[in-house]
């Protein structure tokens, strides 16, 4: 069960609450409401290749901001195939992505159809890229991955910095499964860093228990980029 402890904090200072006056200017149709009555936009991009975990977090972290911020709308990109067994509640709704699957060893590969990888993320990125466009999201938060499932995200990162600057592109991080060198040099690899230096906020979310620490060097490496975390307990 998820109990957020740092409730007040990761909210004020997020940037969804950060939104207000430039998204207000920068939207046009929506800007000429007074600010406290503007809707918000929440495009979540949800890392699901293996497991319930990653979807069950994030439509958790969903319920809660909506919670909080009854004029948010929330859309999910996900590829479970589990979502439909969810109960959503009013301002959460989903696209739903092609599968994909992840064996044991970390490869991603398609989980049901009868095509290969890199036709099915093709799809899946441009059935992101449209829904991006077409919702023009204030805050587009990202987990874990910053380039995506098999960089599919990069694209649109792309887009967004250049036709939507308003929008608000956040890094979601939580406890780390493997060792912190190992996941450094897949950052590396995946120019990961590179990625959260160009395109994403100056601020990510850090999800966990602040009495873990294997992502503290990973997160110090973030720093050093001019990034700062905001945290929550679970």
């Not at 929330?74 to 599968?99: A, E, N, Q």
């Not at 929008?167 to 120019?191: E, M, N, S």
């Not at 160009?198 to 294997?214: A, N, P, Q, V």
Request: some cysteine; overall charge positive; hydrophobic content about 35%.
């Amino acid at each position: 069960m998820m109990m957020f402890r740092s409730v007040s904090p990761t909210l004020v200072d997020s940037p969804i609450a950060e939104t207000g006056e430039k998204g207000a200017c920068e939207s046009g149709r929506e800007g000429d409401q007074p600010e406290s009555l503007r809707p918000l936009k929440m495009l979540v991009y949800s890392h699901d290749t293996f497991g319930l975990g990653n979807i069950r977090r994030m439509m958790a972290i969903c319920e809660h901001v909506r919670s909080r911020i009854s004029r948010i709308s929330v859309l999910v990109l996900t590829g479970s195939l589990m979502l439909h067994s969810f109960r959503l509640i009013d301002g959460i709704d989903y696209v739903k992505l092609p599968c994909l699957r992840r064996d044991i060893e970390g490869e991603i590969g398609v989980r049901y159809l009868d095509l290969n990888l890199d036709s099915i993320v093709q799809l899946r990125r441009e059935l992101i890229l449209s829904t991006v466009t077409n919702l023009r999201p204030d805050i587009f938060l990202v987990d874990k991955k910053p380039g995506g499932v098999a960089g599919e995200l990069k694209e649109v990162l792309k887009a967004l910095k250049t036709d939507l600057p308003h929008t608000k592109v956040v890094l979601l991080l939580r406890d780390i499964l493997d060792d912190a060198a190992t996941t450094i040099d897949q950052w590396k690899r995946q120019c990961a860093y590179k990625l959260v230096q160009e395109y994403y906020d100056k601020k990510f979310w850090w999800l966990g228990c602040r009495s873990y620490t294997t992502c503290a060097r990973n997160i110090s490496s973030l720093r050093r980029y001019g990034r700062r975390c905001t945290s929550a307990d679970t």
